[in-house]
């Protein structure tokens, strides 16, 4: 009896085997890179569809790129003088990288997203300078560049369309949530968002906190491979299109969790990245690795601007961790109610936000005072 091919049915027969989507997506890249006179937006909605974000942007850095010596794929031609304003990672004009900053961009801020002309951003020579010294190819530097900006103007239209008054507040959310070229960003380069120390750290209360994790041995977010140069890139002066790609980031983070947590707390908010997304992920990664583990650090800044941690007998000591949350924020709130100076500006952040916690949940104590 003959074969049967189970996909088409014919006796005798077996149909070439398809392509893995990568290769597909590649070739797809290609052809359309080489359509005469460049992509049309018919042409990227298309590409996009068939093949996915990154073969759009593979295909753009292929229709406007120029080969060269220096470009490292090879090939003869001259790469214009103007590309290559900075190699070590500096900005234009020699000032170095921008200080980590995971907040709101600056004035200087582009007021453009740059899709269409990425390597024109302001910023490419940063982040092309930052991902050479981290040993990526240049092809994936330049598809991973594609991607943030295209991921910056995806935005930007999900922002407008998330104004819909059809959808409910839990609609909006999720459509403006769904930005799939930030997504396929971390399928190209999320595993260099793996830590390089053995525990890793979350936290909430302002960026020093990061830095006082990683001071304390831990390697949280702004501190891995990927978050480093993330973290040193202004996008667009809306900070809103740029604010949804540390989501992303910070959830492809925690599912990278395979030893213990450490969450350090200076602030508390249902509402935080922390409470509402790192932790409900992380509390499912537990369910599969029981070797995820979760200790809490309750924090407080004194007047001289030192992060010290908060003891059950409410003093100030150098490690204080506790298993459980709740606890946690107890000895917080208890520590911030009976010893803060008001005059320490350091704190008042932290105690200004959990007196308006603890009104809007009508708690008598906060009222009395």
Not at 77 to 84: H, K, L, Q, V
Not at 170 to 194: F, I, K, M, P
Request: net charge positive; proline share 7%; with cysteine.
């Amino acid at each position: 009896m003959q074969a049967r091919d189970q996909r088409t049915g014919t006796p005798g027969t077996r149909q070439p085997r398809p392509l893995p989507r990568a290769v597909r997506a590649e070739e797809a890249a290609r052809a359309a890179a080489r359509a005469p006179g460049g992509l049309s937006p018919a042409d990227v909605t298309s590409l996009q569809r068939s093949a996915g974000n990154g073969a759009v942007a593979r295909a753009l850095d292929e229709q406007r790129h120029t080969h060269g010596p220096s470009c490292g794929h090879g090939e003869s031609g001259g790469r214009a003088a103007s590309g290559d304003r900075t190699g070590s990672g500096g900005r234009a004009g020699g000032s170095g990288p921008a200080v980590v900053q995971r907040r709101k961009p600056s004035q200087d801020a582009p007021k453009e997203h740059f899709a269409a002309k990425a390597q024109d951003h302001p910023e490419w020579p940063v982040f092309r300078g930052l991902m050479t010294a981290g040993g990526f190819p240049p092809d994936v530097v330049e598809s991973a560049w594609q991607l943030l900006l295209g991921g910056v103007a995806e935005q930007e239209r999900l922002n407008t369309g998330s104004a819909d008054p059809s959808l409910d507040p839990a609609e909006r959310r999720a459509y403006r949530a769904s930005n799939t070229w930030y997504r396929e960003l971390v399928d190209l380069v999320g595993d260099h968002l793996r830590i390089t120390t053995p525990t890793m750290a979350l936290w909430s209360g302002g960026f020093d906190v990061s830095v006082y994790a990683q001071s304390k041995g831990h390697t949280s977010l702004e501190f891995t491979r990927l978050g480093k140069v993330v973290d040193q890139l202004e996008l667009h002066a809306d900070w809103k299109l740029q604010a949804p790609l540390w989501n992303v980031l910070s959830r492809a983070f925690v599912e990278r969790a395979t030893g213990p947590v450490h969450v350090f707390l200076r602030a508390y908010s249902p509402d935080s990245v922390l409470i509402a997304q790192e932790i409900p992920q992380l509390r499912v990664i537990q369910k599969v690795n029981p070797a995820v583990t979760v200790l809490w650090h309750p924090l407080y800044t004194t007047a001289d601007g030192r992060i010290r941690e908060i003891s059950e007998d409410l003093r100030l000591t150098d490690d204080a961790a506790y298993r459980s949350r709740d606890k946690c924020v107890a000895l917080m709130y208890q520590y911030l109610l009976r010893f803060h100076d008001e005059k320490n500006s350091k704190a008042s952040v932290a105690h200004k936000e959990m007196h308006e916690l603890l009104a809007k949940n009508v708690n008598p104590k906060a009222d009395a005072e």
